[in-house]
């Protein structure tokens, strides 16, 4: 359904439903009992004037089935840019809405089948908010965006998944993207991660879960800079297929609003992928982490101690063997954290920081092996976040560096190279 149906297959495999019901000694239908309604507001901000409109769009429907299937009231918003106009109607920037009653029926209309298309999908949307044409990766474009959707959410708590491209904290494009989005092509088409996180501030709410469902964000550049505006993020230090996260895995688990949901939400974005490479010939890989955005402050403080006991050593330290999350262009965005400490240290890594660090990072999942084979991950060196190590091979990314919180709070502003950075 909807352009990846190996997702549906997956999720219909793994959770089955027996619907029963009976009526009265009279024949008449008794009145339903009251539902438990879910704790949060899911939020959608879909970035896809790029080539990624196919998968983004088709995630709207995936994002629906799992809807569908939940068992509890729920409401999905979704702000939508894209190549693609929604339907018959003329505007590609819009908000839609889904409110299931966790009996089967979305916007009061049962669940669509199988058979069901994407255009159905978006014809039973109700359209709750449009706009004239606008840049969806710039500031004030997204503060307004992010404030009607918290507006018109029912619930005080909400959850913000993003789909777009990402290239981590640079201000370069190096693959389709600088930072997060792109609206367009060139990096004036997209978004700093510093305004977004601004963005996200004008809301005036703390956002229960950030979803980066773009590459390369799971760097502790990234989740320090959004360490006020979220309780929890799911990110991955990879680049993410474009196909994206299965959504119809795990929708409920996302809307109950707690860890042990967010850490299903992880698991199932690997139990996909590992399905793909085991049962199809399809490409997959994936990494993935849950990160607890309040413990980043401390991590950067452990991470300090490393970098100032050790900076003589990094004078010319060498980044070879150590796990690279960068590929292609990328090279040299990312690097382990934890084998990096652990390179630093002998081949043993402090207490302080391996404790510190295992209170920040609350679950992570790797595939070890992948198509494409570059794409396999050292399970036995991955702590789930990455982080830039400064090499002479980047010095555009290291001027960059120079200027965000990360590069003074983390201690690599005391460090002198040999080279001329």
């Not at 977004?196 to 879960?209: C, I, Q, W």
């Not at 390369?216 to 990879?238: H, K, N, P, W």
């Not at 954290?337 to 207490?351: A, C």
């Not at 920081?353 to 036995?380: G, H």
Request: aromatic residues 12%.
């Amino acid at each position: 359904m909807f352009g990846k149906g190996m997702k549906k297959w997956f999720f219909l495999a793994s959770f089955a439903f027996l619907l029963s019901s009976c009526g009265g000694d009279d024949g008449d239908t008794p009145e339903p009992l009251p539902v438990e309604k879910a704790p949060l507001t899911v939020l959608a901000y879909l970035v896809a004037n790029n080539n990624l409109d196919d998968e983004l769009l088709a995630n709207i429907g995936i994002m629906y089935d799992g809807l569908a299937d939940m068992d509890k009231p729920a409401t999905l918003l979704v702000y939508w840019d894209g190549r693609t106009t929604m339907g018959d109607k003329a505007s590609n920037h819009l908000i839609l809405k889904y409110e299931t009653d966790g009996r089967g029926n979305v916007n009061g209309l049962p669940a669509l089948d199988e058979s069901s298309s994407l255009d159905e999908v978006v014809d039973v949307a109700q359209i709750v908010k449009e706009y004239s044409e606008q840049r969806s990766t710039d500031k004030a474009v997204m503060s307004r965006v992010l404030q009607d959707m918290v507006r018109l959410s029912p619930t005080e708590r909400v959850g913000l998944v993003v789909g777009s491209h990402g290239s981590a904290w640079l201000n370069t494009i190096f693959t389709n993207g600088r930072s997060f989005g792109q609206d367009g092509s060139g990096s004036d088409n997209t978004i700093l991660i510093p305004d977004f996180v601004e963005a996200m501030k004008s809301t005036g709410r703390t956002f229960d879960f950030l979803l980066f469902d773009a590459c390369y964000m799971g760097t502790a550049e990234v989740c320090y800079d959004f360490r006020e505006v979220t309780d929890y993020q799911i990110v991955s230090v990879l680049e993410v297929p474009a196909y994206g996260f299965p959504y119809d895995m795990f929708m409920s688990d996302l809307y109950k609003g707690n860890v042990e949901g967010y850490k299903k939400v992880c698991q199932a974005f690997i139990d996909f992928n590992q399905y793909l490479y085991d049962e199809t010939s399809s490409l997959s890989w994936g990494t993935v982490s849950l990160v607890d955005s309040e413990a980043m402050e401390a991590l950067a403080v452990q991470l300090k101690f490393q970098l100032v006991a050790h900076k003589d050593a990094l004078a010319d330290f060498n980044v070879k063997g150590l796990q690279e999350y960068g590929k292609d262009s990328g090279k040299y965005i990312s690097f382990d954290m934890e084998q990096f400490v652990k390179n630093l240290n002998g081949g043993v890594v402090p207490d302080a920081f391996k404790n510190q660090l295992a209170k920040t990072v609350l679950y992570k999942a790797c595939l070890e092996k992948a198509r494409p084979s570059n794409y396999s991950v050292d399970a036995t060196n991955y702590c789930g976040l990455g982080m830039y190590i400064p090499v002479v091979e980047r010095p555009k990314w290291n001027a960059w560096f120079k200027t965000i919180d990360w590069f003074t709070v983390s201690g690599w502003s005391e460090v002198d190279f040999s080279w001329n950075f």
